[in-house]
């Protein structure tokens, strides 16, 4: 499920090494194979009609983290492979380590790989120096790419996560397409309806709504017969991926931002006025209403908490609150709902979001037939089969989203549909893109901490910010 939430460290470690490489240093717009032509695509040299048959014979090979969606793909490939004729290899890597593969393939220049799996953060490290493909022209050649792929099937937003000038603070939504959404997760509340029905409680509907609501619930729920119960279980680790799904999420929808660009030069902006008092009530939120052990929970403790009737609330992925919601699978399974959680002052419903993508090797020898695999493994047919038969709950074409058959798996699970409709046009990656990201947000987790730990919090952001502004310029 959410692996994605594990600490990068030695991702950034590796990312950080390779970047100062001279081989890197001579990579840029025409770092491709040996099939580019110039400055061009290889995907100019794909003409005449669509063909799923154009490169039968040919192998891929795919690098895959150990996950539902690589499931679902692995055992969907006689199906590729029957209507192309294409062989695929794959290996498949637990997250703990997954990065630091794909991270040392692509820097060496080997091309191990065709295609892959990565998060759309990690354009922003891949991107710059020339290791992804720009599937763009892929896209826009139909004899390359079938009618049925049918890009205006997906998500907007989604795709746009994925597509960047690679330029440090230029908007999302522009420049290349560097890879392309396979599943993602938005960020919503899920909550306990036997606690809330015995407590007399309501979802919260705004910020103050849910510190009240938290601290409440940590305070009554003890007498009410759920002993040792808190109020929600929020993300406290010292790692970028506590900023990414609740909080961040919150923080979007009292209009705050991460960065700020002035004159092409990244500023930060989480010691403004605003977002100073926003990080305030939230440590404060965390402190009357979180688990005692916060600074050490990850997604695993915050969804197996809300599963094990330990917190009445849990605000992160939604597919953390499935794993434990679907039938059987925990000891609150068929007593949690889903809410899109507070609006922000003006009402906004702005989301924070984590995608996986596919993406190509910019060095890749089997460029057709790597297309032809990323056309099907985005594909309505496989993608369908993977919502219905595995795991892929939350669409990224909107048709499956839908589909009848879609809707008949998810309606035993109160609110998710609803939940999903009403923030699914909202949710987009609310951070500015730029290559210190992960770096710049595991700092920013660390302060978080010391904030909960009762530090100053405007002195305490000033200092971050005050060092993220020397590490970005």
């Keep these: 499920m959410d692996t994605h939430a594990h600490d990068r460290r030695r991702f950034l470690a590796l990312t950080a090494a390779t970047a100062a490489t001279p081989l890197l240093a001579a990579c840029g717009a025409g770092f491709g194979g040996a099939d580019d032509k110039g400055d061009g695509s290889a995907a100019d040299d794909v003409t005449g009609s669509f063909d799923w048959r154009r490169e039968r014979g040919t192998t891929v090979k795919a690098l895959l983290n150990k996950h539902p969606y690589t499931d679902a793909l692995i055992a969907d490939l006689k199906s590729f492979t029957g209507r192309t004729g294409i062989k695929v290899e794959?290996?498949?890597?637990?997250?703990?380590?997954?990065?630091?593969?794909?991270?040392?393939?692509?820097?060496?220049?080997?091309?191990?790989?065709?295609?892959f799996m990565l998060g759309a953060y990690m354009v922003w490290q891949y991107g710059p120096p020339g290791w992804l493909e720009d599937l763009g022209p892929w896209m826009r050649n139909s004899a390359a790419t079938g009618a049925e792929w049918d890009q205006d099937d997906f998500f907007p937003n989604l795709l746009q996560a994925d597509q960047w000038s690679l330029k440090d603070g230029a908007p999302l939504g522009r420049g290349g397409q560097y890879a392309l959404p396979w599943g993602w997760e938005t960020n919503v509340v899920a909550y306990n309806t036997e606690v809330f029905g015995k407590l007399g409680l309501r979802p919260a509907e705004t910020f103050d709504e849910l510190r009240e609501l938290a601290a409440a619930v940590k305070k009554k729920a003890p007498g009410a017969g759920y002993d040792g119960m808190y109020g929600i279980a929020v993300r406290g680790s010292r790692s970028w991926a506590t900023i990414h799904p609740g909080f961040m999420t919150m923080y979007a929808r009292n209009g705050l931002r991460d960065f700020t660009v002035d004159g092409g030069a990244l500023k930060p902006a989480m010691n403004s006025p605003r977002a100073v008092a926003f990080t305030r009530d939230w440590a404060d939120m965390v402190r009357h209403g979180g688990p005692p052990s916060w600074t050490s929970y990850t997604w695993y403790q915050c969804s197996g908490d809300l599963g094990a009737k330990k917190a009445a609330m849990l605000f992160d992925a939604d597919t953390a609150a499935y794993f434990q919601a679907v039938p059987g699978a925990s000891p609150a399974s068929g007593k949690i709902a889903f809410h899109p959680g507070?609006?922000?002052?003006?009402?906004?419903?702005?989301?924070?979001?984590?995608?996986?993508?596919?993406?190509?090797?910019?060095?890749?020898?089997?460029?057709?037939a790597s297309?032809?695999?990323?056309?099907?493994?985005?594909?309505?047919?496989?993608?369908?089969?993977?919502?219905?038969?595995?795991?892929?709950?939350?669409?990224?074409?909107?048709?499956?989203?839908?589909?009848?058959?879609?809707?008949?798996?998810?309606?035993?699970?109160?609110?998710?549909?609803?939940?999903?409709a009403a923030v699914a046009d909202r949710t987009r990656i609310q951070f500015t893109p730029q290559a210190q990201f992960f770096d710049a947000t595991t700092s920013w987790a660390a302060a978080l901490q010391e904030i909960y730990g009762g530090r100053e919090a405007g002195q305490v952001l000033n200092g971050l910010a005050g060092d993220l502004a020397r590490k970005v310029r």
Aim: proline share 5%; net charge positive; glycine share 6%.
């Design 371 to 420: 297309w032809l695999f990323l056309q099907w493994a985005t594909g309505k047919e496989h993608l369908r089969r993977g919502a219905l038969t595995h795991q892929h709950i939350d669409p990224v074409r909107r048709s499956i989203s839908q589909d009848a058959a879609y809707k008949d798996k998810m309606r035993h699970l109160p609110g998710f549909l609803d939940t999903f």
């Design 90 to 115: 794959y290996d498949v890597f637990p997250e703990d380590n997954y990065f630091d593969k794909l991270t040392v393939d692509l820097s060496s220049g080997r091309a191990s790989y065709d295609v």
């Design 342 to 368: 507070p609006k922000g002052p003006d009402g906004s419903l702005a989301t924070n979001m984590w995608i996986w993508s596919l993406g190509m090797n910019a060095r890749s020898r089997r460029k057709s």
